[in-house]
């Protein structure tokens, strides 16, 4: 949610924002503004809307030049999507202006004190409260922006990320984090601050992380980090391992459909370097001592969304593997039940941000109850995987699209490998086992490829079935989460009902949605690895075709008995029980984005959603 530029330096400060909040556009935004510092002024242009409301704006307003600046797309939470709700927000002597991402959940008292003091608010936000304790605190640190900085994150309870400019202070952008993304490029002619690194890759590579209460004070050739009180603090560099062309569209329509033919290389990266020539795991990163492992009880993976769905295949393979009990837990849930997590406890924390806020405090509620923790991750220096004890980061590079796909796919590598690395750990697996199930990932890549060849069928029905008012999914063993990231997928972009079930579950309530014409998607279990399962797969689906629903069956190739029960066939390659949900899940997705597409909707950005949910 809400994506963030700063810079200063020696450059024109507004076209390197505004390029930086377009390559921002995907985290989802409802209105968008800048504020540049020039000739001792702040010049302010916001717009409800999309970004191109600013641009046309900009065109018939222009800012003057300048070399200070900040930027900002808003995800609205308090007050609408207005162009008076729209940041910057500036203070009432038009010294201060500030961008803000998360939300400060005190503000009523305090937009209480100020009011009381006189000063009368313009917007209905959280956010513009901090510019005003700003100006008003500035007097009482000798006018020096950063002290006052600190003095009212001192004061603030609740996420945030700000950056502030002051009129006065031409040559400065401070910036402050607490439990939400803010980083820093480190340019040779200036220096940034974001929301994501792809705001400013296409101008540096060097990035430094902020930790948690953190002020960052930035100038042109200097970058100096304190905490909240004014103490100096060392920050973590770091380099960014993809270039701005990686975030482009890569002569696809649609970054949704790039990231889609992304994947078998994504998989293979998130592969690369693990195994080593005895064909031995080697998670460098998973620094859990191997008594540690040994002694574990359980594993408990917190999750949301697609992730959640990662971490459900998961609990088939790592119990299978482990012989380790696996939770998976919905991370908005979990630390509100009491869980029964301790030192014995391992929890999975998966993120392809790295800040889902709800993922974040469950993480943080293990660890306060002594649980050993691990962060699955793909964005480096991200505050879930500095928070955890250990961590593997997955390889799949930017991912644009607000749905997500091939984050899925190397979710559910990295959780394999995991599995794998605790059954070496714990003795629970041979290694010829262990290296026969390595040799089938590894060959993950190819199969994926050949589904991707294959796609077009899928786009054909989903475009005959763009018109269905539902669509169900059903799936048995791991079968069902990926049912389920089907009808995810489908709510997202083409904003229909759809619905995931367990096959079994059909008699007990959900075959009452079926109706003649339904259409109804069932990934089929293959016919020699879950015989039994197939067999009755088949059964659910002669029950819904006798009341007239529409059949696509998801099925490998080579499964001549679904034939005479399915409408519509989907072929997937055969690959072993715990390798299906990689190739199953693809056509899903392209079914989704084409029967969105066929309704006229945003693919890459749908109503109401965005990429990375840093508030709860």
Not at 110 to 137: N, P, Q, Y
């Given at each position: 949610?809400?994506?963030?530029?700063?810079?200063?330096g020696?450059?024109?400060?507004?076209e390197i924002?505004?390029?930086g909040?377009r390559r921002?556009?995907?985290?989802?935004?409802?209105s968008a503004?800048v504020a540049?510092?020039?000739?001792?002024?702040?010049?302010v242009r916001k717009?409800?809307?999309?970004?191109v409301n600013?641009?046309?704006?900009l065109g018939?307003?222009p800012?003057p030049?300048?070399?200070?600046?900040?930027g900002?797309?808003?995800?609205?939470?308090?007050?609408?999507?207005?162009?008076r709700?729209a940041h910057p927000?500036?203070?009432?002597?038009?010294r201060?202006a500030?961008?803000?991402?998360g939300?400060?959940?005190?503000?009523?008292?305090?937009?209480?004190?100020l009011?009381s003091?006189?000063v009368?608010l313009e917007?209905?936000?959280?956010t513009?409260?901090?510019a005003h304790l700003?100006s008003?605190?500035l007097?009482?640190?000798?006018?020096?922006?950063?002290?006052?900085?600190?003095?009212?994150?001192?004061?603030?309870?609740?996420?945030?990320t700000?950056?502030?400019v002051?009129s006065e202070?031409p040559?400065l952008?401070v910036?402050?984090?607490?439990?939400s993304p803010?980083v820093?490029?480190?340019g040779?002619?200036?220096?940034f601050l974001?929301?994501?690194?792809?705001a400013f890759?296409?101008?540096?590579?060097n990035a430094?992380?902020?930790?948690?209460?953190q002020?960052?004070?930035?100038?042109?050739d200097s970058?100096?980090?304190t905490d909240?009180?004014?103490?100096?603090e060392?920050a973590?560099p770091?380099t960014?391992d993809?270039?701005?062309?990686a975030a482009?569209?890569?002569?696809f329509?649609?970054f949704m459909?790039?990231?889609?033919?992304?994947q078998?290389?994504a998989?293979a990266?998130?592969l690369l370097?693990?195994i080593?020539e005895?064909?031995?795991?080697?998670l460098d990163?998973?620094n859990?001592?191997?008594a540690?492992?040994?002694d574990?009880?359980k594993?408990?993976?917190v999750?949301c969304?697609t992730a959640a769905?990662?971490?459900m295949?998961?609990k088939?393979a790592?119990?299978h593997?482990?012989?380790l009990?696996?939770d998976?837990?919905?991370a908005s849930?979990?630390?509100?039940?009491?869980?029964?997590?301790?030192?014995?406890?391992l929890?999975?924390?998966i993120?392809?941000?790295?800040?889902?806020?709800?993922t974040?405090?469950?993480l943080?509620?293990?660890?306060?109850?002594?649980a050993?923790?691990?962060?699955i991750c793909?964005?480096?220096?991200?505050?879930?995987?500095r928070?955890?004890d250990?961590?593997i980061?997955t390889?799949a590079?930017?991912?644009i699209?607000v749905?997500s796909?091939?984050a899925?796919?190397t979710q559910?590598?990295a959780?394999y490998?995991?599995?794998l690395f605790l059954?070496q750990?714990?003795?629970?697996?041979f290694?010829?086992e262990?290296?026969?199930?390595?040799?089938e990932?590894?060959?993950m890549?190819?199969?994926?490829?050949?589904?991707?060849?294959?796609?077009?069928p899928?786009?054909?029905?989903?475009?005959?079935?763009a018109?269905?008012?539902s669509?169900?999914f059903?799936?048995?063993?791991v079968?069902?989460?990926?049912?389920?990231?089907g009808a995810?997928?489908?709510?997202?972009?083409?904003?229909?009902?759809?619905?995931?079930f367990?096959?079994?579950e059909?008699k007990?309530?959900p075959i009452?949605?079926i109706?003649?014409?339904?259409?109804?998607?069932?990934?089929v279990p293959?016919?020699?690895g879950r015989?039994?399962?197939h067999?009755?797969?088949?059964?659910n689906?002669?029950?819904?075709?006798?009341?007239?629903?529409?059949?696509i069956a998801?099925?490998e190739?080579?499964?001549?008995?679904i034939v005479?029960?399915?409408?519509?066939?989907?072929?997937i390659?055969?690959?072993?029980?715990?390798?299906?949900?990689?190739?199953?899940v693809v056509?899903?997705q392209?079914f989704?984005?084409e029967?969105?597409?066929e309704?006229?909707h945003d693919v890459?950005?749908?109503r109401n959603?965005?990429?990375s949910?840093?508030?709860e």
């Amino acid at each position: 949610m809400c994506g963030i530029v700063g810079y200063v330096g020696q450059k024109q400060a507004l076209e390197i924002i505004v390029a930086g909040l377009r390559r921002m556009e995907y985290r989802g935004y409802d209105s968008a503004g800048v504020a540049v510092v020039a000739d001792g002024k702040l010049e302010v242009r916001k717009k409800a809307g999309k970004l191109v409301n600013l641009e046309t704006l900009l065109g018939a307003d222009p800012l003057p030049n300048s070399t200070t600046g900040i930027g900002h797309t808003r995800w609205a939470t308090h007050g609408g999507p207005t162009d008076r709700n729209a940041h910057p927000h500036v203070s009432s002597d038009d010294r201060i202006a500030v961008i803000h991402n998360g939300i400060i959940e005190n503000f009523q008292s305090l937009r209480a004190e100020l009011e009381s003091s006189g000063v009368i608010l313009e917007s209905e936000t959280d956010t513009e409260v901090v510019a005003h304790l700003i100006s008003k605190a500035l007097p009482s640190v000798d006018h020096d922006l950063p002290r006052a900085m600190q003095a009212v994150c001192s004061r603030l309870e609740g996420a945030f990320t700000l950056v502030v400019v002051d009129s006065e202070q031409p040559d400065l952008v401070v910036g402050a984090r607490r439990n939400s993304p803010l980083v820093v490029g480190l340019g040779t002619d200036g220096n940034f601050l974001a929301s994501d690194v792809a705001a400013f890759v296409d101008h540096t590579r060097n990035a430094m992380e902020l930790g948690q209460d953190q002020i960052v004070i930035l100038r042109a050739d200097s970058v100096v980090v304190t905490d909240f009180s004014g103490n100096v603090e060392q920050a973590k560099p770091f380099t960014i391992d993809w270039d701005a062309s990686a975030a482009e569209k890569g002569g696809f329509d649609l970054f949704m459909q790039k990231e889609i033919s992304e994947q078998p290389k994504a998989v293979a990266d998130s592969l690369l370097g693990r195994i080593d020539e005895s064909h031995r795991i080697k998670l460098d990163e998973f620094n859990l001592e191997p008594a540690i492992i040994r002694d574990l009880k359980k594993v408990i993976v917190v999750a949301c969304g697609t992730a959640a769905h990662a971490g459900m295949v998961a609990k088939y393979a790592i119990e299978h593997w482990t012989h380790l009990p696996v939770d998976v837990e919905l991370a908005s849930e979990f630390r509100y039940r009491d869980p029964i997590v301790g030192p014995d406890s391992l929890v999975i924390a998966i993120s392809q941000s790295g800040e889902t806020m709800d993922t974040l405090m469950a993480l943080r509620h293990a660890k306060e109850q002594g649980a050993r923790t691990l962060a699955i991750c793909n964005t480096v220096g991200s505050t879930i995987p500095r928070e955890s004890d250990a961590v593997i980061y997955t390889y799949a590079g930017p991912e644009i699209a607000v749905a997500s796909t091939k984050a899925f796919l190397t979710q559910i590598t990295a959780t394999y490998l995991v599995g794998l690395f605790l059954a070496q750990t714990r003795g629970t697996m041979f290694e010829d086992e262990i290296r026969s199930v390595l040799a089938e990932l590894n060959d993950m890549p190819s199969q994926v490829d050949l589904v991707l060849d294959t796609t077009e069928p899928v786009q054909k029905l989903a475009r005959k079935l763009a018109s269905a008012r539902s669509v169900l999914f059903l799936g048995r063993h791991v079968g069902y989460p990926v049912a389920l990231e089907g009808a995810l997928k489908l709510k997202e972009l083409a904003y229909m009902h759809a619905e995931g079930f367990p096959a079994g579950e059909l008699k007990h309530g959900p075959i009452a949605l079926i109706e003649p014409g339904i259409p109804v998607v069932v990934i089929v279990p293959s016919p020699s690895g879950r015989a039994v399962l197939h067999d009755k797969m088949i059964s659910n689906i002669q029950e819904v075709r006798a009341r007239g629903a529409q059949v696509i069956a998801i099925a490998e190739e080579g499964d001549e008995s679904i034939v005479p029960f399915a409408d519509h066939i989907i072929r997937i390659p055969a690959v072993p029980t715990l390798m299906q949900p990689l190739v199953a899940v693809v056509p899903l997705q392209v079914f989704a984005l084409e029967m969105a597409r066929e309704r006229g909707h945003d693919v890459d950005q749908p109503r109401n959603l965005a990429k990375s949910v840093t508030v709860e």
